[in-house]
């Protein structure tokens, strides 16, 4: 089998599909030409992610990274979401195949999207640390320059 | 249940070629090049198989070789033309860009090695003109290559059409024709082809074992040395359980090619048909008509193939998509694009293909199947959610 059971259970019964109207944070990246789409909805209290809902334009391995980085991030303080690495997400899925590694680098920055966006309407500053541009997908306003 | 709908892929060995292949494993198991009994009993059919497939090609039994498959006998062919023509100071290959990577790698390494290569677009509906090919026909051409029916959307090439205008300038013809050999009719000589590539998987033949025609006359370089076998051509002691498997296969499908035809295209006919009336935003890629009689191939806005593909294995239907997570490369199909689509459409291609054994049954459950696997996976993508807005 390509992908490890917990990818096909993450994608066959994806966690937290959907979407927040009244979202404090949403983060959309990748694109389409590329393949792959994730956005996150947040809602945050007191500085932690009560809820959290995605919507996946993409492979099996795209949906599970999003089903499992929600997973993750939900009820945590948004410190901690910002810590969420692609290696946290792959190792939380056993492993991905080589060639799907971008799929969990996509959700790291969905969730980092999501969180920039929720800071900016909060009007606080963002941590140049954690939103650093890996070049792997179009997340940043570097855009389509940088698609692979 | 399962369903099986990917016969472009490989296809069930039929019993018939089952049980020819049989005793050639454990009674008749002689080496073909033995001059003793049980030698000459395996080179006795190895020859008499020779004969049926020559026959059905319609080509003399001397003008074939038999391979591993379909990408061995499209390397000896276009690397033997390519080969005489630089003899003669021809390094000019005329080839389409819907072909098979067996087809387009070896371009790819003869343009390294100086060769000009041109590889012509095609109409939307998936085919190559022949009057293009005769425009791109030059002084230096050594070979035109061009497939005999897409293995992605199955549309058919105007092969009789090329072969003449190839004949009219003494240019050498392969077509691959891979897809078409048991499927649709091929005579090698009505339609002027010089040299055509089978594999016998794809007529529910077994695996590994294939065949190339070359026309008398053209000199093929053998790509593997050793023993004579196939007269120097190709070495390897011969395969003889799957040569004799390969032909009752082949005898089979030919027996009964109109009345499989008639059936497949019936199903693929009313498969189109529904899912596209079931489907909104969705599409049948390469000309309706002008098709192999048991190939599918859709694509659907807003969703991605291999999601499609695995919600679809795991209601039992096992199918292809030309999607770029599919193919291991990160773009979709080389031949979605090359019929114009653009790359978002193209990652949400499906791929269904059908052999006789596949059922009016099957072609319900899948009917049913498709619309709403389709619309789970539209149901979470952003994609989706944008075309839908951009309608209103």
Same mark, same amino acid.
């Given at each position: ?14 966690r ?9 944070g949403?983060g959309?990246?990748? $694109?389409?030409?590329?393949?792959d ?6 809602k ?10 995605? $919507? ?30 692609n ?9 991905l195949p080589?060639v ?41 306003e ?7 | ?13 039929s ?6 292949? #049989? ?6 198991? =002689? ?21 049926d497939?020559s026959?059905?090609l319609? %080509? ?8 591993? =498959? ?13 080969? #005489?023509g630089a ?29 000009d290569?041109? #590889? ?10 022949a ?6 026909i &030059? ?10 029916a ?5 549309t ?9 205008? %190839? ?15 048991g ?16 594999s ?6 077994p695996?590994g ?17 050793? =023993? ?23 005898k ?12 497949l295209?019936?199903? &693929? ?10 489907v ?10 002008? &098709? ?9 806005? =807003? ?14 239907? %096992?199918g292809?998509?030309?999607?770029? %997570? ?14 114009g689509?653009p ?13 006789e ?21 539209r ?6 959610? &944008? ?6």
């Open positions: 089998m390509l992908y490890s059971e917990k990818v096909m259970d993450h994608f066959m019964n994806p937290n599909v959907g979407k927040i109207d009244d979202a404090d949403v959309e990246v990748g $694109n389409a030409k590329c393949g789409i994730m956005k996150i909805y947040l945050v209290e007191d500085d932690i992610i009560t809820d959290v809902k995605f $919507n996946t334009f993409g492979c099996a391995s795209a949906i599970a990274t999003s089903s499992i980085a929600t997973e993750m991030i939900k009820g945590k303080p948004i410190s901690e979401a910002l810590k969420l690495t290696k946290a997400v792959v190792e939380a899925l056993d492993g080589p799907k590694i971008h799929c969990s680098v996509l959700a790291e920055e969905a969730v980092k999207a999501a969180v920039a966006d929720y800071y900016k309407k909060q009007g606080k500053e963002l941590d140049e640390e954690f939103f650093s541009c890996s070049g792997c997908c179009s997340a940043c570097h855009g389509e320059e940088h698609t692979h | 249940m399962l369903i099986y709908a990917d016969n472009a892929a490989t296809t069930a060995v019993k018939k070629a089952v049980e020819a292949m #049989l005793p050639y494993f454990t009674q008749q198991y =002689g080496n073909a090049s033995s001059i003793h009994t049980a030698g000459q009993m395996a080179n006795k059919a190895m020859q008499e198989a020779r004969a497939i026959n059905i319609g %080509c003399e039994p001397k003008e074939l070789i038999f391979t591993s =498959g379909g990408s061995e006998s499209d390397n000896q062919a276009i690397v033997s033309a390519a080969l #005489l003899k003669k100071g021809k390094k000019h290959i005329i080839s389409s860009k819907i072909e098979h990577h067996a087809v387009l790698h070896v371009l790819d390494k003869l343009k390294k090695e100086g060769y290569i041109t #590889l012509l677009d095609v109409s939307p509906e998936g085919i190559v003109s009057a293009d090919v005769e425009a791109a &030059r002084e230096d051409t050594a070979l035109v290559t061009i497939m005999f897409n293995n992605e959307i199955g058919l090439q105007p092969i009789a059409e090329i072969g003449e205008i %190839c004949k009219k300038h003494g240019v050498i013809f392969h077509t691959d024709a891979v897809q078409a050999v499927h649709v009719p091929i005579n090698v000589k009505e339609m002027n082809i010089d040299m055509l590539s089978f016998a998987h794809k007529f529910h033949g695996k074992i294939g065949g190339l025609y070359v026309r008398k006359g053209i000199r093929l370089s053998p790509l593997i040395e050793g =023993g004579a076998q196939e007269r120097g051509l190709r070495a390897g002691t011969e395969n003889v359980a799957a040569i004799v498997g390969m032909a009752a296969a082949l089979e499908q030919v027996e009964n090619m109109d009345k499989n035809a008639e059936k295209k019936k199903m &693929r006919d009313r498969l189109m048909d529904s899912v596209l009336a079931a909104p935003r969705s599409r049948v890629n390469g000309d309706r008509q002008k &098709r192999l009689p048991g190939n599918v191939s859709f694509c659907f806005e =807003g969703i991605e193939g291999e999601s499609l593909l695995l919600m679809l294995d795991s209601m039992g239907i %096992c292809s998509s030309g999607s770029a %997570c599919t193919s291991g490369s990160l773009d979709p199909s080389h031949v979605l694009l090359a019929i689509l790359h978002e459409i193209a990652h949400g291609s499906l791929r269904l293909t059908f052999s054994y596949n059922t009016e049954e099957e072609i319900d459950y899948i009917i049913n199947a498709v619309p709403k696997v389709v619309s789970r996976l149901d979470m993508s952003p994609m989706w959610e &944008r075309i839908v807005k951009e309608d209103k």
